[in-house]
Nanobody
Framework: QVQLVESGGGLVQPGGSLRLSCAASGSIFSINHMGWYRQAPGKQRDVVAMITSGGGSTDYADAVKGRFTISRDNAKNTVYLQMNSLKPEDTAVYYC???????????????WGQGTQVTVSS
């Protein structure tokens, strides 16, 4: 099993920055993709950014391109989300995500962090 522990959320003013961290433990050798999702009140959970196991390929939602950067430190088993130029529309609960292979499953297993609140407000 994989456990994901998030940190770094908080309250910031528009234009400010936050850096989210997600530390993975457990069967980390099987992790493939990692990333971040977010869910605003009354809305569905949407992908924000994804990164491959080697950290060489990233993908971003259109709403955050040019402002957010996802990175991965395999030595620390941690994925980061650097959020710059934050807007009120970025307010949401942010969830760390990971998928992993298993010899007992034909499809990847999915894991989620507990979520961390990000609030962008004056």
């Amino acid at each position: 099993q994989v456990q994901l522990v998030e940190s770094g959320g908080g309250l910031v003013q528009p234009g400010g920055s936050l850096r989210l961290s997600c530390a993975a433990s457990g069967s980390i050798f099987s992790i493939n993709h990692m990333g971040w999702y977010r869910q605003a009140p009354g809305k569905q959970r949407d992908v924000v950014a994804m990164i491959t196991s080697g950290g060489g390929s990233t993908d971003y939602a259109d709403a955050v391109k040019g402002r957010f950067t996802i990175s991965r430190d395999n030595a620390k088993n941690t994925v980061y989300l650097q959020m710059n130029s934050l807007k009120p529309e970025d307010t949401a609960v942010y969830y760390c995500y990971a998928d992993a292979t298993s010899p007992l499953a034909t499809r990847p297993l999915e894991y989620w962090g507990q979520g961390t609140q990000v609030t962008v407000s004056s």
